[in-house]
């Protein structure tokens, strides 16, 4: 059984910084690119990243601006969003998601999510 266990989210003040985590099991890890995606309250999801198998390229929204890293520990079947200066704007629930192809967008399973909030 696939699951994805999204971690690490919280109230942050404008310009702090908060590590994401996405645990995954049930499928070869490295085999499968990720993507992180956010919902803001009364929005759609937004694509906010994606990594390869091998976590070795990733490539972002515009609106993460250089704010944001991606990575992939495959020995620990993990994904990870860091992401520094964050704005209030980027409030929302992040959810990481197994992509069908580096190449797309279109997910097969995604977790629950995590709450980022990011005010005063």
């Known amino acids: 059984e696939v699951q994805l266990v999204e971690s690490g989210g919280g109230l942050v003040q404008p310009g702090g910084s908060l590590r994401l985590s996405c645990a995954a099991s049930?499928?070869?890890?490295?085999?499968?690119?990720m993507g992180w995606f956010r919902q803001a309250p009364g929005k759609g999801l937004e694509w906010i990243s994606t990594?390869?198998?091998?976590?070795?390229?990733?490539k972002y929204a515009d609106f993460v601006e250089g704010r944001f890293t991606s990575s992939k520990d495959n020995a620990e079947n993990t994904l990870y969003l860091q992401m520094d200066n964050l704005k209030p704007e980027d409030t929302a629930v992040y959810s990481c998601?197994?992509?069908?192809?580096?190449?797309?967008?279109?997910?097969?399973?995604w977790g629950q999510g995590t709450q980022v909030t990011v005010s005063l």
């Open positions: 998601r197994r992509l069908k192809s580096y190449w797309r967008k279109d997910y097969d399973y």
């Open positions: 049930g499928f070869t890890f490295n085999q499968y690119a």
């Open positions: 990594i390869d198998g091998f976590g070795g390229v990733a």
